[in-house]
């Protein structure tokens, strides 16, 4: 019998909640707000695609949830829910790439060229990202790192003839830059969900690679930065 798995993106500002049969998909619900509301959605999100694909809390096998890179509040939020369901029901959790769920959904959407890359970026500040190169066979080019991006950032792989996709809600950022560029597509839309998780989910609990309950912690990449508040007075 196929493990029921319920999934968990809260990466970015996306809040996307997802169940599955093995790597089949039985519900999903997910919201894009502007702002960070995951701590408001994420129980009601969970509660809904559980009764929507008529699963018990009690019948889950395990919990998946975006590890990161990404926000550093939707991550705590997302990762500590995962462990306290896993902790209350005793079923292990497992944790995804965010940035190798969003090529691996990509790669299940569109139809793209051998020799072709893609470049999932998660917003960082400014002209930086959270990104890594993956090819067209999900092997990895680059690893994960965060990044400024100019105009020179990808000529390495321009010269190689390649065309390159940029997708993630990292991308729009460098619409000016690359939008006349023959070679670069932006995908401004192609955003992380927790669609994207239940391959890569399925084939870790086949293979019995959980995390450490106890132990693990978010992929945050970078630490977290607090903005002290500008005085008025």
């Known amino acids: 019998m196929d493990p029921i798995i319920l999934h968990i993106e809260t990466a970015t500002k996306t809040c996307s909640i997802a169940v599955s049969s093995g790597s089949k998909l039985l519900s999903f619900k997910e919201s894009n707000d502007s702002e960070y509301s995951h701590s408001e959605k994420l129980n009601g999100f969970i509660e809904k695609v559980l009764a929507e694909a008529k699963v018990n809390m009690k019948a889950l096998n395990a919990i998946s949830v975006s590890k990161g890179p990404g926000s550093f509040t939707g991550l705590r939020i997302g990762v500590s829910s995962a462990k306290g369901i896993a902790y209350a029901l005793s079923i292990p959790i497992i944790t995804c790439n965010t940035l190798d769920?969003?090529?691996?959904?990509?790669?299940?959407?569109?139809?793209?060229?051998?020799?072709?890359?893609?470049?999932?970026?998660?917003?960082?500040?400014?002209?930086?990202?959270?990104?890594?190169?993956?090819?067209a066979q999900l092997n990895s080019i680059e690893d994960t790192q965060s990044k400024v991006i100019d105009p020179s950032s990808f000529d390495l792989y321009l010269k190689e003839d390649r065309k390159i996709h940029l997708i993630g809600d990292g991308a729009f950022k460098f619409h000016s830059i690359f939008q006349d560029h023959p070679q670069i597509t932006i995908h401004k839309s192609f955003l992380p969900s927790s669609r994207f998780m239940l391959s890569s989910s399925y084939e870790s609990f086949e293979l019995k690679k959980y995390e450490d309950l106890a132990y693990f912690e978010p992929f945050y990449l970078k630490d977290f930065v607090a903005i002290k508040p500008r005085k008025i007075f």
């Open 101 to 135: 769920c969003l090529a691996s959904g990509f790669i299940q959407s569109f139809a793209i060229g051998a020799k072709d890359l893609i470049i999932p970026m998660i917003d960082a500040r400014r002209l930086e990202v959270y990104m890594k190169v993956i090819d």
